[in-house]
């Protein structure tokens, strides 16, 4: 299963892919490419440090988002990805993405989907959002990524209980290790789907290059 993963900044999760990767934890899974809509962002040196291509492509160089999207698309397409992770990646992804990368997408979201999910839900907002909603119980969901935000089916959930007194920078930390195991556990389940299923044809050959396209070493 050949992987390609959208970040934004951080890439912990990204991180801890790659992490279980190189110690042997992921059989079948290959990363052929990260791409960050963001230049300078930490994601990019965890993908250089596993030594895992990456490609920044920003909004400002494409004339719309649809079109920067499609460029994601066809970036994908042509590194063979099977299997799109979003990991931190903070862009709703336009029509213009799925209608050139063919396989299935991913995304890692700190809250049970569909509750507190959606446009603003990002960072601590999403917890603040569940404490202020009173709710007793909160974790982490891995969902099949659409055209609508935060709104395809779940794959896998874990489910935590608040704790008295917690507050969101708290929640955040004690959920974060919980997203990386959860993360690793899911690709391990679909690789070995994967490994079940006949090979599917790579659309990589067929696609014309990027363009507007900046290097890795982009800076602001
Ligand atoms: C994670 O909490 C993830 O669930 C959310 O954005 C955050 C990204 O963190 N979508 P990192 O960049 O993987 O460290």
Redo the contacts with the bound molecule.
């Keep these: 299963m050949r992987l390609a993963v959208l970040?934004s900044?951080?890439?912990?999760?990204?991180e801890a892919v790659l992490n279980a990767i190189a110690d042997g934890r992921l059989p079948g899974v290959e990363p052929v490419l990260v791409v960050s809509n963001r230049p300078g962002v930490r994601?990019l040196d965890v993908a250089a440090r596993h030594g895992v291509p990456s490609l920044v492509l920003r909004r400002a160089d494409f004339a719309d988002a649809d079109a920067r999207d499609a460029a994601i698309g066809s970036a994908l397409a042509r590194s063979g990805a099977d299997l799109a992770l979003l990991?931190?990646y903070d862009q709703l992804l336009r029509p213009g993405f799925f209608a050139i990368f063919g396989g299935r997408t991913i995304?890692?979201?700190?809250s049970l989907l569909p509750r507190h999910g959606g446009a603003g839900m990002?960072?601590l907002a999403v917890h603040d959002a569940v404490l202020a909603a009173g709710d007793g119980e909160t974790g982490v969901t891995v969902h099949d990524v659409t055209p609508d935000l935060d709104a395809g089916p779940a794959l896998q959930q874990v489910r935590v209980s608040i704790l008295p007194g917690e507050d969101a920078e708290g929640l955040a930390a004690r959920l974060?290790p919980i997203?990386h195991d959860l993360l690793v556990s899911v690709l391990a389940g679909l690789a070995a789907e994967a490994a079940e299923e006949p090979a599917s044809v790579s659309m990589a050959a067929a696609l014309p290059p990027v363009t507007g396209a900046r290097s890795t070493q982009e800076r602001r």
């Design positions: 970040v900044g951080r890439g912990s999760n990204l994601a990991a931190g995304n890692i979201h700190p990002m960072g974060l997203e």
